[in-house]
């Protein structure tokens, strides 16, 4: 299936350079130099990721995103020389699902293009009982155009992170994930044994959703392998 990628830069040196990969690889690629071109391109073609320069004319990157997001749900990669730990932050929290600082390396982005539709498109396929974008286990609904969890009468915020975990979680219930498969959908970097950074963002989602984090109902731990959602008919039964 060839997708369609939006770059939205007013360098044109590296429209130009994107382009010549992507294309190379099969892609579509349509091409906006300020961020009012972007969402016309948004709206006009059916794209299926956004690349986004936050410095842009007219519209900055934040802006852009904001609009996106209010609409559609596509992934989205940040592509800025704004690089300082505030900007990722702020890019990651208003709904952006990747940051690559200038400068770069084509082919890494190519690689977070690929691993980004990738992602999309296989979550998409898993999540046939979704209904209107949500998502339902046991008496816990996931809200994937607000990026929120309801459990009965009580509505949870999440990051950006809880809810990419989420995501992966309750799109299969009763899987096995092992922590590589977790770390690479939530961070969508290459995983490196940094097992710390996966039981700090668990233990911490668990505090959000479990009535007892200590002794969990819904995130179970596989020793030795990984973690797993509990299946529905576990929770039916709890």
């Not at 294309?23 to 059916?46: F, K, P, W």
């Amino acid at each position: 299936m060839s997708h369609t990628i939006l770059i939205a830069d007013d360098e044109p040196e590296i429209i130009d350079l994107l382009r010549l990969f992507l294309e190379a690889e099969g892609y579509t690629v349509l091409a906006a130099s300020d961020g009012r071109e972007a969402l016309d391109c948004i709206r006009g073609s059916s794209v299926d990721l956004a690349v986004v320069d936050i410095m842009m004319p007219r519209l900055d990157g934040y802006q852009v995103i904001k609009h996106i997001r209010e609409q559609y749900k596509l992934p989205i990669i940040i592509l800025s020389a704004k690089n300082e730990e505030a900007d990722k932050v702020i890019g990651l929290g208003i709904g952006a699902d990747d940051f690559i600082s200038k400068p770069f390396s084509s082919l890494e982005v190519l690689a977070r293009i690929q691993a980004q539709l990738r992602r999309s498109y296989e979550f998409n396929d898993r999540n046939d009982e979704a209904v209107d974008g949500m998502t339902s286990v046991g008496d816990m609904t996931l809200d994937h155009h607000a990026c929120m969890l309801y459990k009965p009468g009580k509505p949870i915020p999440l990051s950006s992170t809880e809810y990419k975990l989420l995501a992966l979680f309750m799109g299969a219930p009763g899987r096995i994930f092992t922590k590589k498969q977790i770390f690479e959908q939530a961070w969508s970097e290459h995983y490196i044994a940094d097992d710390n950074t996966i039981m700090v963002q668990i233990s911490r989602l668990r505090d959000k959703i479990e009535d007892q984090p200590r002794n969990p109902v819904y995130i179970k731990t596989v020793r030795g392998l990984g973690y797993r959602f509990a299946k529905r008919d576990e929770l039916y039964e709890a």
